[in-house]
C-alpha cells in the first residue's frame, strides 16, 4: 500500500482554508446572481490555473520587481504585462483542454478574441492585486519576525556578555584573593617561628591559631563570593590573639563591631587581611594612641574604619600590593558604589576606610 506524506498540510492549512472559502463564495455567488453553474472540473481547471497564477505573482514576480526600491517603477509594469500575458495564454489553453473533452461546447469556434482578454484581463488584474497585498502583508510579517530575531539575538548577546563579565570579574577576584593568601600565610609564619625560639608554649598554641585561619583562607576559596561579616570576625580575634602570644604587652587593636553587623555579607578575606596589615605596620606601645578596627552600619552604609600608629611618617605603610589587592577586589564586587580611601596624618596615624551602601550587602 503506497503510503502519502502531508507533512506540507499543517504549514498550508491556512491558505487552503481561504481558498476554499474564497472559491466557495465566489462559486455560489456567481451561481445565484448570472444562474449559471458550471461543470465541476471546469471550476477545477480554471481555478488551477488563478492559483499558480496567484504565488507565482507573489512569490516569484513581486518579490524581483519590488526587490530594489530604485527599480521598482519600471519592473512593476513589467512583471504585471507578463504575468496578464501568461494568464489570458493558459485560461485560453484551459478552455481549449475543455473543449476537447467534451466539458465545454462551445456555439461555434473559440477564438483568442478581445472579449476573451478583456473578460480575463479584468480577472488577472483581480488576482494580481490580490498577490500585491500577500505579498506586502507577508513582507510585514517577514519583518516583524527579523525584528525578533535581532531582538532575542541582541538580548542571548546581553545575557551572553553579562555571564563574561562576571565569569571575569570573579577569575580576576580569585587571582587577587590568591595574591592575598600567600602574604597573609609568610607573615603568620614568621610570628609563628618567633614564638617557637621564645616560648614552646606559646608556638604550640599558635600553630593552633594559625591552622584555623589558614582552614578558613583555604576554605574562602570554596565558599561563595561571599561570606557572613561574622564568620570572618572569629578569624580576626585568633589573629589578634596569635600575634598576643607574642608580644604579651603590646596595645594590640580593638576589633569593635555591633551584634547586627555579623548577619551582612562580605566578600572574604578584607577584614582580615586589613587586620593583618594593622598588625604587621603598626606600633602598639603605651604612648601611641589606641588602634582599632570599627564596623558598623550608619545612615545606609556598611563602614569599616581600620586606625593604627605607623613607624614612619614620611612613607604609607601598607600602601603596596595588599592594599591595592583590597581596592582592586572590592571594586569588582560593588564597582563605582564602593568608596576607599586611606591616608596617614602627621601624627602617624594610618587611616583605612571603606563605605558601601548596605542594601549591596544584603543577602
Request: hydrophobic share 45%.
Amino acid at each position: 500500500m503506497i503510503k502519502i506524506k502531508l507533512n506540507w498540510l499543517p504549514q498550508y492549512k491556512t491558505h487552503i482554508i481561504v481558498w476554499l472559502i474564497f472559491i466557495a463564495y465566489e462559486t455560489v455567488m456567481i451561481g445565484l446572481i448570472f444562474g449559471i453553474f458550471g461543470n465541476a472540473l471546469t471550476y477545477l481547471l480554471h481555478y488551477i490555473v488563478i492559483i499558480i497564477f496567484f504565488y507565482a505573482c507573489a512569490n516569484y514576480g513581486l518579490p524581483w520587481a519590488l526587490g530594489t526600491l530604485k527599480k521598482a517603477w519600471f519592473r512593476l509594469p513589467l512583471v504585471f504585462l507578463i504575468a496578464i500575458a501568461l494568464y489570458i495564454t493558459f485560461q485560453y489553453i484551459a478552455d481549449l483542454a475543455l473543449i476537447k473533452i467534451g466539458t465545454i461546447i462551445p456555439d461555434a469556434s473559440y477564438p483568442l478574441n478581445s472579449q476573451f482578454m478583456l473578460k480575463n484581463l479584468y480577472r488577472g488584474s483581480y488576482f494580481f492585486g490580490f498577490s500585491i497585498g500577500y505579498y506586502l502583508l507577508r513582507m510585514r510579517d517577514m519583518e516583524q519576525i527579523e525584528q525578533e530575531r535581532i531582538k532575542q539575538l541582541h538580548f542571548e548577546n546581553l545575557i551572553k556578555k553579562q555571564q563574561i563579565e562576571k565569569e571575569l570579574s570573579l577569575t580576576q577576584n580569585a587571582f587577587l584573593k590568591a595574591q592575598i593568601n600567600p602574604h597573609f600565610l609568610f607573615n603568620t609564619l614568621d610570628f609563628v617561628y618567633h614564638s617557637i625560639h621564645t616560648n614552646p608554649n606559646a608556638a604550640a598554641e599558635a600553630v593552633i591559631y594559625l591552622s584555623r585561619m589558614m582552614r578558613f583562607a583555604i576554605d574562602s576559596n570554596e565558599h561563595d563570593e561571599f561570606i557572613q561579616i561574622g564568620d570572618e570576625i572569629k578569624h580576626v580575634q585568633t589573629l589578634i590573639n596569635l600575634y598576643q602570644l607574642r608580644k604579651k604587652d603590646a596595645n594590640l587593636p580593638k576589633l569593635i563591631y555591633s551584634s547586627d553587623i555579623e548577619s551582612v555579607f562580605f566578600i572574604p578575606l578584607i577584614i582580615l587581611t586589613l587586620a593583618e596589615n594593622m598588625i604587621k605596620h603598626g606600633i602598639f606601645n603605651t604612648t601611641c594612641p589606641p588602634s582599632y578596627m570599627r564596623l558598623e552600619i550608619v545612615d545606609g552604609f556598611f563602614l569599616l574604619q581600620t586606625k593604627n600608629t605607623t613607624g614612619n611618617q614620611n612613607k604609607k605603610p601598607s600602601s603596596g600590593e595588599g592594599l591595592k589587592n583590597t581596592e582592586n577586589r572590592l571594586k569588582h564586587a560593588y564597582g563605582d558604589k564602593l568608596n576607599f580611601s586611606y591616608f596617614q596624618d602627621t601624627n602617624r596615624e594610618f587611616t583605612v576606610q571603606i563605605t558601601i551602601p548596605i542594601n549591596l550587602m544584603i543577602r
